[in-house]
């Protein structure tokens, strides 16, 4: 009975016998299997009520309705919604990933931060919203009591006319300063555009929808232009789902993007020569008598050769452009040939509703007047102004205005010195706001004329085109305040942070998408409670009003935000408006005088209420009512010749010479031309032999590139040809990597004379020779592990020039060369 | 020396002995000792008594035509057709709703008052039949379509006063009902046992083999 070797076997062999015929081993494999299911690391989803909260999404100015998916308290899904005017069902990729940016912990901040590492590290301290707004108060206040109160500027990113910009600017205003800059969008053009041309200062509307001839200079149509979830709308309704073709779309733009690669017809003409190619066009239209002369004859101003009352004879744009933009000449500019431009515009003149529309890429940043006019022309010469299909022409938004400012003596002070970007000003006369010039200023100036900057929805030292000089300037300036949500790049230049809500978390609203065709306000509520200590903006502009002193508070009369949005609303109330919105009967076919005009509240708390349920009001498209007084220019015309150009030229030109003015203006031509829409090509003083190459940055639909970062589950979409591993890719045509002596695959220094940087080479058929083309989105400095340090931002090698006229960057234009390393 | 032949039959006679006494002991570890190992035992965080909150007389409203109907009283559908489950501290505040007053006398009343209708908080309930997240169930297509019982699953729970204690698998943290009390997996009702071949039996027997289909449950 000793426990022998052999004893021991049988042992174990009976101990397996009896394992075996008990449920252990069965019930071990299938609990083991189970196990593996429910490791850590693998995702637990929420358990709960399943619910669906409509909004409207806010990360750009597009307004596409969502409808959010919450399981209990946790916001899972965000889906385009159906019943929504905008973008019926519609979605994009960064709407759609949004969730990343709300729960995304290690890009938000969680509460209010005070700087304790060195600007641009990123390293803060935690500490009370009291703390923190009395600190911002009391430099406020020191400022307006030592009679500097000027020296407070804000940057704003919020969309032109919400109510979030409206607060941004009454707190500089109340404060007494006139610096009040906004970033970069191409609504600014649109405005100036429409102010000189047609004296109307509602936003630039394109029926698209209705259009049967879409011709797009430079407009990334499917990368995100204007409202994106309305514009891919529309480009299905283009080519219907029998693969009929309702809409011809042509593309002009240098590159084969998406929107050139399927366009019907791609017009790679060089960058920069829209507005000789728009010229050209209208050439081959009048000499072939193909204009609309009912519109012309009667609505418009300038057409033909004209002598003012001093009796001066002046040359019409008819003669201009016959004179000057013949095929041959615009092709020699363009690198187009003849034959395709008198195509061209006979296709385009010989639509039932031709449509011409202006941008660029994605509209992030501003374009160009000139060439937005000379665009917006073609449209003029067919007579499709407010026709279905066409330009409508429409008041802005009815909002109330707020009431009145109080003004104290510091206040009068304060805002009659002149604005340090000099927008408005003799020399930039049609600009509200040049935030490169106000840069400059402050890199120049020995001591920054900013002492404090306050700085909303924007992330300027990423997304300004300015090869690194916003960030150069917030070195400079003595105190940085950042409302940004996230860890951006220029949150870590703060002193102090004072962060907002993610967009849904907050109630702010959401006014006319870019380029939408009817009046529309849509209100962008909370879908989640605040994860956070974080504050909307807005409250804290009238908590911070309250701490500053009494004539600033005065200004803030409400009790929260909300009040304030409100307030604005009423106007909304009395123009009436639907509130309400079905999606068998679309909104671009719905018409003021038809069947749309009644609405369903009565009094403004019902409207109110309706709106923070659904979060829309709009009114039907416009009832096409002709062109009688449509226009406010001086002559109550559509002006092909500017009369506020002239006087504004002339007006410069009385303070100094006509020639100096010109110049300051960036304007190369004279004489009438100056006045009317012309080709102006981009100057430049850099030493070509050392830069013989041009970078144009372009964007992505799979990629935010404006304020607000990508979340990760888009670097998931992104092209081996855009960014492998770190590294950016630049796509180059094979012949100009050829002349190089490059391949594809190579690594290179883009070399501008603002900086460089390290890419890959992606050779390709659909780059313009001579063009080094950039993705981006990429090359964050800040944010987390899955942001930062991923392919290269070309923003900061850009070496922006100005544009004629409006002084905006041309960012589109920097002049590079490329070294193999 | 020993001849080997002796020597083998000497241990031999022993040696069964120490077979059976290995085969009887991996019995008793797999039938009785496993199991006590493999689960733990949790209580719940307060008891609640189904069949006092299934009297007509007690709770207005709870009568209906069948035993389902007095289920959803309180286990109710969503108005997109989800499941309840277990309902909030929502639900039993539409009678319980003032933490002052108390409308019996059981301590467990005042206990729930005091420490979850007063801070507004819910009770940590542990669930004897979720299920993996693997698996896709919709109550409402059983309950409503099927017009299944909710005994067929979950057995006569509405007829105790005391809730049981909920024994967790400490291997994968599921309740001790989805594989089923008895650890050889035997099972004498429909509700013993909550496991995939469960599922596929009743689909079976009812005459619903296409739902037996892998992508039915395994979205």
């Given at each position: 009975?000793?426990?022998?070797?052999?004893?021991?076997?049988?042992?174990?062999?009976?101990?397996?016998?009896?394992?075996?015929?008990?449920?252990?081993?069965?019930?071990?494999t299938d609990d083991i299997a189970i196990w593996t299911q429910n490791w850590p690391w693998v995702p637990d989803p929420s358990t709960g009520e399943f619910t669906n909260v409509n909004s409207v999404c806010n990360l750009c100015?597009?307004?596409?309705?969502?409808?959010?998916?919450?399981?209990?308290?946790?916001?899972?899904?965000?889906?385009?919604?159906?019943?929504?005017?905008?973008?019926?069902?519609?979605?994009?990729?960064?709407?759609?990933?949004?969730?990343?940016?709300?729960?995304?912990?290690?890009?938000?901040?969680?509460?209010?931060?005070?700087?304790?590492?060195?600007?641009?590290?990123?390293?803060?301290?935690?500490?009370?919203?009291?703390?923190?707004?009395?600190?911002?108060?009391?430099?406020?206040?020191?400022?307006?009591?030592?009679?500097?109160?000027?020296?407070?500027?804000?940057?704003?990113?919020?969309?032109?006319?919400?109510?979030?910009?409206?607060?941004?600017?009454?707190?500089?205003?109340?404060?007494?300063?006139?610096?009040?800059?906004?970033?970069?969008?191409?609504?600014?053009?649109?405005?100036?555009?429409?102010?000189?041309?047609?004296?109307?200062?509602?936003?630039?509307?394109?029926?698209?929808?209705?259009?049967?001839?879409?011709?797009?200079?430079?407009?990334?149509?499917?990368?995100?232009?204007?409202?994106?979830?309305?514009?891919?709308?529309?480009?299905?309704?283009?080519?219907?789902?029998?693969?009929?073709?309702?809409?011809?779309?042509?593309?002009?733009?240098?590159?084969?993007?998406?929107?050139?690669?399927?366009?019907?017809?791609?017009?790679?003409?060089?960058?920069?020569?829209?507005?000789?190619?728009?010229?050209?066009?209208?050439?081959?239209?009048?000499?072939?008598?193909?204009?609309?002369?009912?519109?012309?004859?009667?609505?418009?101003?300038?057409?033909?050769?004209?002598?003012?009352?001093?009796?001066?004879?002046?040359?019409?744009?008819?003669?201009?452009?016959?004179?000057?933009?013949?095929?041959?000449?615009?092709?020699?500019?363009?690198?187009?040939?003849?034959?395709?431009?008198?195509?061209?515009?006979?296709?385009?003149?010989?639509?039932?509703?031709?449509?011409?529309?202006?941008?660029?890429?994605?509209?992030?940043?501003?374009?160009?007047?000139?060439?937005?006019?000379?665009?917006?022309?073609?449209?003029?010469?067919?007579?499709?102004?407010?026709?279905?299909?066409?330009?409508?022409?429409?008041?802005?938004?009815?909002?109330?205005?707020?009431?009145?400012?109080?003004?104290?003596?510091?206040?009068?002070?304060?805002?009659?010195?002149?604005?340090?970007?000099?927008?408005?000003?003799?020399?930039?006369?049609?600009?509200?706001?040049?935030?490169?010039?106000?840069?400059?200023?402050?890199?120049?100036?020995?001591?920054?004329?900013?002492?404090?900057?306050?700085?909303?929805?924007?992330?300027?030292?990423?997304?300004?085109?300015?090869?690194?000089?916003?960030?150069?300037?917030?070195?400079?300036?003595?105190?940085?305040?950042?409302?940004?949500?996230?860890?951006?790049?220029?949150?870590?230049?703060?002193?102090?942070?004072?962060?907002?809500?993610?967009?849904?978390?907050?109630?702010?609203?959401?006014?006319?998408?870019?380029?939408?065709?009817?009046?529309?306000?849509?209100?962008?509520?909370?879908?989640?409670?605040?994860?956070?200590?974080?504050?909307?903006?807005?409250?804290?502009?009238?908590?911070?009003?309250?701490?500053?002193?009494?004539?600033?508070?005065?200004?803030?009369?409400?009790?929260?935000?909300?009040?304030?949005?409100?307030?604005?609303?009423?106007?909304?109330?009395?123009?009436?408006?639907?509130?309400?919105?079905?999606?068998?009967?679309?909104?671009?076919?719905?018409?003021?005088?038809?069947?749309?005009?009644?609405?369903?509240?009565?009094?403004?708390?019902?409207?109110?209420?309706?709106?923070?349920?659904?979060?829309?009001?709009?009114?039907?498209?416009?009832?096409?009512?002709?062109?009688?007084?449509?226009?406010?220019?001086?002559?109550?015309?559509?002006?092909?010749?500017?009369?506020?150009?002239?006087?504004?030229?002339?007006?410069?030109?009385?303070?100094?010479?006509?020639?100096?003015?010109?110049?300051?203006?960036?304007?190369?031509?004279?004489?009438?031309?100056?006045?009317?829409?012309?080709?102006?090509?981009?100057?430049?003083?850099?030493?070509?032999?050392?830069?013989?190459?041009?970078?144009?940055?372009?964007?992505?639909?799979?990629?935010?590139?404006?304020?607000?970062?990508?979340?990760?589950?888009?670097?998931?979409?992104?092209?081996?040809?855009?960014?492998?591993?770190?590294?950016?890719?630049?796509?180059?045509?094979?012949?100009?990597?050829?002349?190089?002596?490059?391949?594809?695959?190579?690594?290179?220094?883009?070399?501008?004379?603002?900086?460089?940087?390290?890419?890959?080479?992606?050779?390709?058929?659909?780059?313009?020779?001579?063009?080094?083309?950039?993705?981006?989105?990429?090359?964050?400095?800040?944010?987390?592990?899955?942001?930062?340090?991923?392919?290269?931002?070309?923003?900061?090698?850009?070496?922006?020039?100005?544009?004629?006229?409006?002084?905006?960057?041309?960012?589109?234009?920097?002049?590079?060369?490329?070294?193999?390393? | 020396?020993?001849?080997?032949?002796?020597?083998?039959?000497?241990?031999?006679?022993?040696?069964?002995?120490?077979?059976?006494?290995?085969?009887?002991?991996?019995?008793?570890?797999?039938?009785?000792?496993?199991?006590?190992?493999?689960?733990?035992?949790?209580?719940?965080?307060?008891?609640?008594?189904?069949?006092?909150?299934?009297?007509?007389?007690?709770?207005?409203?709870?009568?209906?035509?069948?035993?389902?109907?007095?289920?959803?009283?309180?286990?109710?559908?969503?108005?997109?057709?989800?499941?309840?489950?277990?309902?909030?501290?929502?639900?039993?505040?539409?009678?319980?709703?003032?933490?002052?007053?108390?409308?019996?006398?059981?301590?467990?009343?005042?206990?729930?008052?005091?420490?979850?209708?007063?801070?507004?908080?819910?009770?940590?309930?542990?669930?004897?039949?979720?299920?993996?997240?693997?698996?896709?169930?919709?109550?409402?297509?059983?309950?409503?379509?099927?017009?299944?019982?909710?005994?067929?699953?979950?057995?006569?729970?509405?007829?105790?006063?005391?809730?049981?204690?909920?024994?967790?698998?400490?291997?994968?943290?599921?309740?001790?009902?989805?594989?089923?009390?008895?650890?050889?997996?035997?099972?004498?009702?429909?509700?013993?046992?909550?496991?995939?071949?469960?599922?596929?039996?009743?689909?079976?027997?009812?005459?619903?083999?296409?739902?037996?289909?892998?992508?039915?449950?395994?979205?």
């Amino acid at each position: 009975m000793e426990l022998s070797r052999r004893n021991f076997i049988k042992f174990v062999a009976g101990g397996a016998a009896g394992t075996a015929l008990s449920p252990l081993p069965w019930k071990l494999t299938d609990d083991i299997a189970i196990w593996t299911q429910n490791w850590p690391w693998v995702p637990d989803p929420s358990t709960g009520e399943f619910t669906n909260v409509n909004s409207v999404c806010n990360l750009c100015p597009g307004g596409c309705g969502i409808s959010v998916r919450k399981v209990d308290t946790r916001a899972v899904k965000i889906d385009g919604r159906t019943d929504y005017p905008v973008n019926p069902g519609g979605i994009c990729p960064l709407g759609m990933g949004g969730l990343q940016l709300l729960y995304n912990k290690t890009i938000r901040y969680p509460g209010p931060m005070r700087r304790i590492g060195p600007k641009g590290k990123g390293e803060f301290v935690m500490i009370t919203w009291d703390e923190a707004l009395d600190i911002l108060a009391k430099r406020i206040s020191n400022l307006r009591k030592k009679g500097m109160p000027e020296a407070v500027a804000a940057v704003d990113g919020n969309q032109r006319m919400s109510t979030m910009s409206v607060m941004v600017e009454r707190l500089l205003t109340s404060v007494g300063s006139p610096n009040y800059v906004t970033t970069p969008s191409i609504d600014d053009t649109y405005l100036i555009s429409n102010l000189l041309l047609q004296g109307t200062d509602g936003p630039m509307s394109y029926d698209l929808e209705n259009a049967d001839y879409v011709l797009s200079f430079g407009c990334g149509l499917l990368e995100g232009w204007g409202a994106p979830g309305r514009v891919m709308n529309a480009w299905g309704l283009w080519h219907d789902s029998a693969g009929k073709t309702r809409a011809k779309i042509v593309q002009v733009e240098s590159r084969a993007s998406n929107t050139a690669s399927k366009a019907d017809r791609w017009v790679a003409s060089r960058p920069g020569t829209d507005a000789a190619l728009a010229l050209g066009l209208a050439h081959v239209i009048i000499k072939n008598g193909l204009y609309n002369s009912r519109f012309i004859n009667n609505f418009s101003f300038g057409f033909e050769n004209w002598t003012s009352a001093d009796g001066k004879d002046h040359v019409g744009f008819k003669s201009m452009v016959l004179d000057k933009y013949s095929p041959d000449q615009v092709a020699k500019i363009t690198g187009l040939n003849p034959e395709d431009i008198v195509s061209l515009a006979k296709d385009f003149a010989r639509a039932k509703a031709p449509i011409a529309i202006y941008g660029k890429g994605k509209d992030d940043l501003d374009g160009g007047v000139y060439e937005c006019m000379a665009v917006h022309i073609l449209n003029a010469l067919v007579g499709n102004i407010n026709k279905p299909g066409g330009v409508l022409i429409n008041d802005p938004l009815p909002l109330s205005r707020l009431p009145e400012i109080k003004q104290d003596a510091i206040f009068k002070q304060g805002l009659g010195k002149p604005r340090i970007d000099q927008a408005g000003s003799l020399q930039y006369p049609f600009a509200g706001s040049l935030i490169n010039n106000l840069t400059n200023k402050i890199i120049k100036s020995p001591k920054s004329p900013v002492d404090t900057i306050l700085i909303f929805s924007a992330n300027p030292v990423y997304t300004l085109p300015d090869g690194g000089a916003f960030k150069e300037a917030l070195e400079k300036i003595p105190f940085v305040i950042s409302f940004s949500p996230f860890r951006d790049e220029t949150s870590y230049m703060a002193d102090l942070v004072l962060p907002d809500h993610t967009y849904l978390e907050k109630m702010v609203d959401v006014v006319w998408p870019t380029g939408l065709q009817y009046p529309f306000y849509g209100l962008s509520k909370p879908v989640v409670e605040p994860l956070y200590n974080t504050r909307n903006s807005g409250d804290v502009i009238i908590e911070l009003s309250k701490r500053i002193d009494s004539t600033v508070q005065s200004a803030f009369p409400w009790e929260n935000f909300e009040g304030v949005l409100k307030a604005r609303a009423k106007g909304l109330f009395k123009a009436g408006g639907l509130v309400t919105y079905d999606n068998m009967n679309p909104a671009w076919e719905r018409k003021k005088y038809g069947n749309g005009s009644k609405h369903n509240y009565t009094s403004f708390e019902e409207m109110w209420t309706k709106i923070k349920a659904g979060g829309l009001w709009y009114q039907p498209v416009h009832g096409f009512d002709g062109w009688e007084g449509l226009f406010k220019t001086p002559d109550r015309k559509f002006e092909f010749f500017s009369k506020r150009v002239q006087l504004a030229v002339d007006e410069y030109a009385g303070k100094t010479t006509y020639k100096t003015a010109l110049k300051n203006m960036g304007i190369t031509v004279t004489g009438d031309q100056v006045c009317m829409p012309h080709y102006e090509a981009v100057s430049s003083d850099v030493n070509m032999s050392a830069y013989p190459l041009r970078m144009m940055p372009y964007e992505m639909i799979n990629l935010a590139s404006g304020w607000i970062p990508s979340p990760p589950f888009l670097y998931k979409t992104i092209f081996d040809n855009q960014l492998k591993g770190d590294l950016s890719f630049a796509a180059v045509n094979p012949k100009t990597a050829t002349e190089y002596g490059l391949k594809q695959g190579d690594r290179v220094i883009i070399k501008s004379p603002a900086g460089e940087v390290e890419a890959g080479l992606s050779l390709s058929d659909g780059a313009m020779p001579g063009i080094v083309y950039l993705p981006l989105g990429f090359g964050h400095t800040a944010y987390d592990e899955f942001l930062r340090g991923k392919g290269v931002n070309p923003n900061e090698i850009i070496d922006a020039e100005k544009d004629p006229l409006s002084g905006h960057s041309v960012w589109w234009n920097t002049h590079v060369n490329l070294v193999r390393i | 020396m020993t001849h080997p032949a002796n020597s083998s039959k000497k241990t031999s006679k022993g040696g069964w002995i120490f077979l059976l006494s290995g085969f009887v002991l991996a019995l008793i570890v797999g039938w009785v000792i496993f199991p006590m190992v493999l689960y733990s035992k949790q209580s719940q965080p307060m008891n609640f008594n189904h069949l006092l909150h299934l009297d007509p007389e007690k709770v207005y409203g709870i009568e209906g035509d069948t035993r389902a109907e007095q289920c959803l009283y309180c286990h109710a559908f969503y108005e997109d057709g989800t499941f309840a489950g277990i309902p909030k501290v929502e639900k039993c505040i539409e009678c319980h709703d003032d933490p002052e007053n108390p409308l019996g006398e059981l301590p467990e009343e005042m206990e729930f008052l005091v420490k979850y209708v007063a801070e507004e908080k819910e009770i940590p309930w542990l669930v004897y039949s979720e299920q993996p997240d693997c698996v896709y169930f919709s109550h409402i297509a059983h309950v409503k379509m099927g017009k299944l019982d909710c005994q067929t699953c979950h057995g006569d729970h509405d007829k105790t006063e005391k809730l049981p204690v909920y024994q967790e698998n400490r291997l994968t943290g599921y309740s001790i009902l989805i594989w089923g009390k008895n650890i050889a997996g035997y099972k004498k009702n429909t509700w013993d046992r909550m496991k995939m071949d469960d599922c596929a039996e009743c689909h079976t027997k009812k005459g619903h083999e296409e739902n037996n289909a892998c992508f039915v449950c395994h979205k």
